[in-house]
């Protein structure tokens, strides 16, 4: 049973373009969330973060949204850039006492030039 | 310059071994962990681990085995137990597994079956 879900594989966009990822979750107990950055072969690095109590969250051109009705989150990069190339993965984690993260399947982002 | 090591960076395993990949951090953190990604999957936690001389089951937990004799050190056996462990692994570390905050995540090892 998939707690974290990222619904769209891949994503294409035009360097300049803005990027939209899309994450949704099921465990009401998550409460803090996460994206983080994969090159092939490599760790996953950490791109931003959103506690439950805030519904946005923004470093330079990454701003990530937070809609806890709707159990949705998603990233916006704006302006893409092909450096910008890269899986995404979204992570959650819960107020259970254990909070080693659950990650989403990735949607692998392609900006063209 | 503070990281996390992950070696070998290809590993391969013959029916029937138990292979060791090794996990290094020195960033002195408490917490350290294992997942696998497998293609088109997200990362799933193998184990994890708090403090020195203890660590806990994830969610995929049969089939491997770890230890944590020192803070820095978290090393992952997969035992031949294990049926399906090609995959690439992924080290990790952090401040406490209690509280909000992000992994720190080493370059990863690649297991394939011989």
């Known amino acids: 049973d998939q707690q974290v879900k990222q619904n769209s594989p891949s994503l294409s966009v035009q360097e300049g373009r803005i990027s939209i990822l899309n994450c949704d979750y099921t465990?009401?107990?998550?409460?803090?969330f996460l994206w983080y950055k994969k090159y092939p072969a490599e760790g996953p690095t950490f791109l931003i973060s959103?506690?439950?109590?805030?519904d946005k969250n923004e470093d330079g051109r990454f701003t990530v949204f937070l809609n806890k009705s709707a159990k949705h989150l998603s990233l916006h990069i704006v302006p893409s850039q092909p450096g910008d190339s890269a899986v995404y993965f979204c992570?959650?984690?819960?107020?259970?006492?254990?909070?080693?993260?659950?990650f989403g399947s990735g949607t692998r982002l392609q900006v063209q030039p | 310059d503070g990281g996390i090591t992950q070696s070998p960076k290809y590993l391969f395993r013959k029916e029937g071994q138990n292979v060791t990949l090794s996990c290094e951090q020195n960033?002195?953190?408490?917490?350290m962990y294992w997942y696998r990604q497998d293609p088109g999957q997200g990362l799933r936690l193998i184990y994890y681990?708090?403090?020195?001389?203890?660590?806990q089951k994830g969610d995929i937990a049969e089939g491997y085995s770890v230890s944590r004799e020192k803070k820095e050190s978290f090393p992952l056996t997969v035992t031949s137990a294990q049926k399906n462990p090609t995959a690439f692994y992924l080290c990790a570390s952090s401040w406490s597994v209690a509280t909000n905050e992000k992994l720190f995540f080493g370059s990863g090892t690649q297991l394939s079956v011989l």
């Open positions: 959103i506690s439950s109590i805030k």
């Open positions: 465990n009401s107990m998550f409460d803090y």
């Open positions: 681990s708090q403090i020195v001389n203890d660590f």
């Open positions: 960033l002195n953190h408490d917490a």
């Open positions: 992570a959650a984690s819960a107020n259970t006492g254990r909070r080693a993260l659950t």
